[in-house]
């Protein structure tokens, strides 16, 4: 990456979201201090970090929650490799957790393009901070016969490979996920597919990721996430997904209105993450959870 002349380049962190092995879970970047940076500089700031996002943080515009103690409400955009996304749950947690180390745990406002989103940071006994991030309102809609067979046959799955007791849907909470159940662990743990078909299938229906998910036990899955429109294969821990995951049960109702889900990500591509996912009665929104590590030269 090249910087105009007589500019700083922005200093970046690396953190592992999900984890608390920075071999593990998600890297993101984080950029604490992105005043000035245009979008051309931030695509290629997120390009030569290379995760499958980076987080770049200004002073917020917006008037904070009143009960928010000053300096803890921030502008955040998103950028994979290729592309700005409109909210990503990984970096969100990476960057809570790196705030928190420098100004201390608590509540965050952060302001992203899909709206805004509270987080809490909360050290436990042993020191690891955890970050829980609540979502945008979600909602859920269906997906035509036509575009469910193109993406099947694009993955190298047939429908006999999925779960009839989880159809497909589109889900959101901050992006769009399309959502395919896999009947068992041995079909999820081969993932093989048409990188660039998939990227303009997914491109063409303004999907983020694909949601691919194994149901070990009524709160327990396993879930893996192609992200070809963000120039990555696959995506090792998914925050935005897990937030429309969650939703995309309850409006199925195969969760009550109160459940908390545990989601494994990453085992198949030796980073594995744990996200946590939690539905609250009478409030739509759904609440993420995680730890996050820096990233050292060593990690």
Request: hydrophobic share 45%.
């Amino acid at each position: 990456m090249t910087t105009a002349p007589g500019a700083t380049a922005p200093d970046v962190l690396r953190y592992a979201a999900f984890t608390t092995d920075p071999s593990g879970g998600n890297p993101a970047g984080v950029v604490l201090d992105a005043t000035g940076l245009d979008d051309a500089t931030m695509l290629a700031v997120a390009a030569e970090v290379g995760y499958s996002e980076t987080a770049f943080l200004t002073p917020a515009t917006e008037t904070a929650p009143l009960s928010l103690a000053p300096g803890r409400a921030f502008d955040v955009r998103y950028f994979s490799p290729r592309a700005e996304v409109p909210f990503c749950g990984h970096a969100t947690v990476a960057t809570a957790v790196a705030l928190a180390e420098r100004i201390g745990s608590g509540e965050l406002h952060f302001a992203t393009r899909a709206g805004s989103v509270p987080v809490e940071v909360v050290g436990g006994p042993d020191g690891t901070l955890r970050a829980t991030l609540t979502s945008v309102a979600p909602h859920v809609d269906a997906v035509s016969e036509a575009d469910v067979a193109e993406a099947l046959d694009t993955l190298g799955w047939s429908t006999d490979d999925l779960d009839p007791t989880l159809p497909p849907r589109i889900a959101y909470a901050g992006a769009r996920h399309l959502v395919l159940a896999a009947a068992t662990c041995e079909r999820l743990a081969e993932l093989a597919y048409d990188f660039d078909r998939l990227a303009r299938f997914m491109t063409d229906r303004d999907l983020t990721t694909l949601q691919l998910v194994w149901r070990q036990d009524a709160h327990t899955f396993h879930v893996r996430d192609p992200f070809p429109v963000g120039g990555v294969i696959e995506d090792p821990a998914t925050g935005a997904a897990a937030a429309a995951f969650g939703a995309y049960l309850r409006e199925l109702d195969q969760v009550g209105p109160a459940a908390e889900l545990t989601l494994h990500q990453g085992d198949d591509m030796g980073r594995p993450g744990l996200l946590r996912v939690e539905l609250r009665e009478g409030d739509l929104r759904i609440r993420v959870s995680g730890t996050a590590v820096p990233i050292t030269a060593a990690g």
